[in-house]
């Protein structure tokens, strides 16, 4: 039953995106905010992966245990939904940011 007992192992498989550093929309030229824009879709769209992985396991470690007739430690779990949701507030502040950047930017340049 080891497979199903460390709470650490809950997200083993999956690796949590790391957030882009926030650009300064008042300082940037169009060509960064255009890059941060990318990196912050490239982010989004790799922590959507990250959080999919992590229920998925999390999913298959809940069906392991049924079929081995064992309880999976709720920790596990509890672990799972933590990093889904300290991800998901990585995922809200970023683009904020990004958002704050972009209207910074519009200000300091307008057409």
Known sequence: ???????A???????????PAPVDGTTATMEQLLAAKAAVTTFITASDAYQTCVLDDLEA???AAKAARAKLD????????AGVSENQVDKERVGQAFNTAAKAYKAAHPS
């Open 1 to 7: 039953m080891l497979g199903l007992a460390g709470p």
């Open 9 to 19: 192992l809950a997200d083993a498989a999956c690796t949590r995106p790391e957030a």
């Open 61 to 63: 470690r809940k069906k």
């Open 74 to 81: 709720p920790a596990v779990a509890k672990a799972a939904d």
